[in-house]
Nanobody, 131 residues
């Protein structure tokens, strides 16, 4: 079963930056492969619904950004390790405080603007923006 592990969260001051990492493993028993999957980043603040932020396709590197992520967040992948995806976050604000999750799904089955099709999820990493 595919497993996803996030890292890089923590406490940061307003205006600061963080880079989150998501490493996928366990491809041997499923239909997903490192070059055939979509990885997305989501976040969930206390009392709020899980919010999609961005996703990237390992097939062609195409990306999607939600309006809340455009301009401040950048998604990328490690070409030397196709199963690693990053989310670079800049100019962080208090409203960015949340648990950040990465998730994976099959190309053409996922809707990057929602959680639809993202079958595999990491455990999340906490991001707290506070002075």
């Amino acid at each position: 079963q595919l497993q996803l592990v996030e890292s890089g969260g923590g406490l940061v001051q307003p205006g600061g930056s963080l880079r989150l990492s998501c490493v996928a493993s366990g491809f041997s028993s499923g239909s997903l492969t490192p070059d055939y999957l979509v990885i997305g980043w989501f976040r969930q603040a206390p009392g709020k619904a899980r919010e999609p932020l961005s996703c990237i396709s390992s097939q062609d590197g195409s990306t999607y950004y939600a309006d809340s992520a455009k301009g401040r967040f950048t998604i990328s992948r490690d070409n030397a390790a196709e199963a690693t995806v990053y989310l670079e976050m800049k100019n962080l604000k208090g409203d960015d405080t949340a648990v950040y999750y990465c998730a994976a799904g099959r190309p053409f089955s996922v809707n990057c603007g929602s959680t639809i099709g993202f079958r595999f999820w990491g455990q999340g990493t906490q991001v707290t923006v506070s002075s």
